[in-house]
């Protein structure tokens, strides 16, 4: 029942509504919620971005994806996403690596550096690559 109001309140609602689905305590209703928030496009960059403390690896996860896929224009996210280099769950720190390549530039190279040192060989691989990319467009 609690899912299938939030489906119906994250397909009609305001950002307002929608933003308030992400304090529900339960997580169906917060996966909803992280569906239907990028239909407001670049006014959901807060949301998102408050999105990446959710102790849910699987929201941080697609949170970061989101703010990656907005490109510079989620640049505000950035410590934020860097904050979520630190979360437990491997798959929100690949896509906060991800993300913050996408969506920090040269301001992220701190960060990715630093996650080159991750405990997961999988994150360290992503860091590695995105800050190859990032020192080779910094270069030109």
Avoid: C, Y
């Amino acid at each position: 029942m609690r899912r299938s109001a939030a489906q119906t309140l994250g397909s009609i609602g305001s950002l307002e509504d929608v933003s308030a689905m992400f304090a529900s305590s339960d997580e169906s209703v917060r996966k909803e919620a992280l569906r239907h928030v990028t239909r407001f496009g670049p006014d959901a960059i807060p949301v998102l971005t408050s999105a990446l403390e959710d102790p849910s690896g699987e929201i941080v996860s697609g949170a970061a994806q989101a703010l990656g896929q907005m490109g510079k224009r989620a640049q505000s996210a950035v410590p934020a996403l860097t904050k979520a280099l630190n979360h437990p769950d491997v798959g929100a720190r690949t896509q906060a690596v991800a993300a913050l390549e996408l969506v920090g530039g040269e301001d992220a190279i701190p960060a990715l550096r630093e996650a080159i040192d991750d405990p997961d060989p999988m994150v360290r691989s992503w860091a590695r690559g995105a800050l190859g990319r990032l020192e080779r467009k910094a270069s030109q």
